[in-house]
């Protein structure tokens, strides 16, 4: 049987122990990434879309309503008696321009929604690894050393025995 060299059992268990906490705090780390990754992943597959499609909706009722009183105001029998269209003119300008936006924004958020899902992708395969190793690996190895850690304290104990 080989010699051993270990001078303080006690290192070894505070080790063990060590590896029972770091695989804890790991599996707490690992679960906030991946409740973040699923959040990302759901604001812009999910909470961004309903936005800017409710933005489009309102964009375009405003435009409607918009044209609608241009027209009223323009439906006048006689020129003379017309009121003056102009705030009405602009009214129509920005509604169009705030409904080609949230088109562009709609159109934007499809490419970036891809993207984020791209990421959100990467990411889960190695979160996973990380998470075999904090509820698998590590504690297998903090067992082992457990068992090791027995060992060592048994053939102390022999070892006190015989020298006594």
Request: hydrophobic share 35%; aromatic share 4%; with cysteine.
């Amino acid at each position: 049987m080989s010699a051993s060299n270990v001078r303080n059992i006690d290192s070894l268990a505070a080790m063990q122990a060590g590896m029972v906490r770091l695989s804890d705090d790991w599996s707490k780390t690992v679960q906030e990434l991946r409740s973040m990754v699923q959040r990302a992943e759901e604001y812009f597959s999910q909470t961004q879309p309903q936005y800017w499609r409710h933005q489009l909706q309102l964009a375009e009722r405003e435009i409607n309503e918009a044209k609608d009183d241009l027209a009223r105001k323009r439906a006048s029998l006689r020129p003379e008696d017309r009121p003056a269209a102009s705030e009405a003119v602009a009214r129509v300008q920005k509604a169009e321009r705030r409904l080609r936006y949230c088109e562009d924004k709609r159109r934007q958020l499809r490419s970036w929604t891809i993207e984020v899902s791209k990421v959100c992708d990467d990411l889960r395969g190695p979160l996973a690894d990380m998470n075999e190793h904090c509820d698998t690996l590590l504690p297998q190895a903090a067992r082992e050393l457990g068992t090791l850690i027995e060992q060592l304290r048994i053939y102390a104990e022999q070892a006190r025995r015989s020298d006594a």
